[in-house]
């Protein structure tokens, strides 16, 4: 069968294939109700047919061009997660550092983690079974021979044995974290970061900005009580429904991190206190708005404002957390 005639159907919808050139296809996404929330709704991949079955049968018509973009749009987990790490941390440091991708989900992260750090080790966690064999499939899809893909026993523990880490990254996780598996997990894998060594948290929303951009897309509800954040989202928010539970919404990532909590979870581990890294170049806000890619005039007024914010009151603050901490030797 030409890919041209591939009409896969999955949960919601279906996909269409379409020969996009240079060994590439074109997936578009046809939802069955058109209310359906789509994250992306077409996208070019490199992705065999297979795979791109196995992702949509998986995370449905809603975000499986989302999924495939995470990984091969260098716009997107590439500058959300990379970007950051080395502006903390210099390449050279890396180079041949052992790397644990905690909460890996279906692999996108590890896989550019792959890529981007050859001469690294890196070892993808992940607890859903679904989600560990998209992961262990993309591996073997970009043929990276340094990567490995485990399954998590649980939500709060790691695999046995899997040793110390020269890096630990949490990307896109920990705001999806109950509270009480944040501090839990932080200080259990801060005891698994080697002295020297460093844990990085990306794209998780700041706690404290003022805007809920990632589950509700409502102002003040990231300032407002919990029981008011929950009364306002399911009011006013057409992402959640009338009866939500606020622990469902914890767990879609409601509450985001701060770096004085997120620091405060990593020293329960004991021993030395994790030293925040400041960017090496600039500040936090520039490092946010060098992540935004090309800026449009709203992004660049935003990031004015901020740095006058910065000026008075000696605050960084940004819609979207990047921090590094570095255990001492």
Excluded at 88 to 94: D, I, Y
Aim: charged content about 25%.
């Amino acid at each position: 069968m030409s890919v041209s005639d591939v009409v896969i159907h999955g949960p919601g919808g279906v996909a269409r294939l379409e020969p996009a050139g240079g060994g590439r296809t074109r997936v578009v996404v046809e939802p069955d109700d058109p209310d359906t929330y789509v994250a992306t709704r077409s996208w070019e991949t490199a992705y065999d047919t297979t795979l791109v079955e196995r992702i949509l049968r998986v995370k449905g018509v809603g975000w499986l061009c989302d999924e495939l973009r995470r990984d091969e749009d260098p716009t997107y987990t590439s500058a959300n997660l990379v970007g950051p790490l080395l502006a903390h941390v210099p390449r050279p440091q890396l180079d041949g550092a052992r790397v644990l991708d905690f909460g890996c989900g279906s692999g996108a992260s590890t896989a550019v983690l792959g890529r981007e750090l050859p001469g690294a080790t890196i070892v993808g966690v992940e607890l859903l079974d679904d989600f560990v064999a998209i992961a262990r499939a993309r591996v073997a899809h970009h043929g990276l021979t340094n990567v490995v893909v485990l399954r998590s026993p649980d939500a709060t523990a790691l695999p046995a044995d899997l040793g110390r880490f020269d890096l630990v990254v949490l990307n896109g996780v920990y705001e999806h974290l109950l509270p009480d598996e944040r501090a839990t997990l932080s200080a259990a894998l801060w005891a698994a970061v080697a002295p020297g060594g460093h844990l990085a948290i990306t794209e998780t929303p700041a706690r404290w900005w003022p805007i809920d951009g990632h589950t509700t897309r409502l102002p003040l509800v990231p300032l407002l009580p919990d029981r008011l954040a929950l009364a306002a989202a399911r009011r006013f928010s057409p992402k959640v429904a009338t009866d939500e539970a606020w622990e469902v919404l914890l767990r879609r990532g409601i509450r985001g991190g701060s770096r004085r909590r997120i620091a405060a979870d990593l020293a329960r581990a004991g021993g030395p206190r994790p030293e925040a890294l400041r960017p090496l170049v600039g500040d936090r806000i520039d490092l946010w708005y060098a992540m935004g890619g090309d800026p449009a005039p709203a992004r660049r007024a935003l990031r004015a404002g901020l740095k006058g914010l910065r000026r008075v009151t000696g605050a960084e603050l940004v819609p979207y957390l990047a921090v590094v901490f570095r255990k001492p030797s």
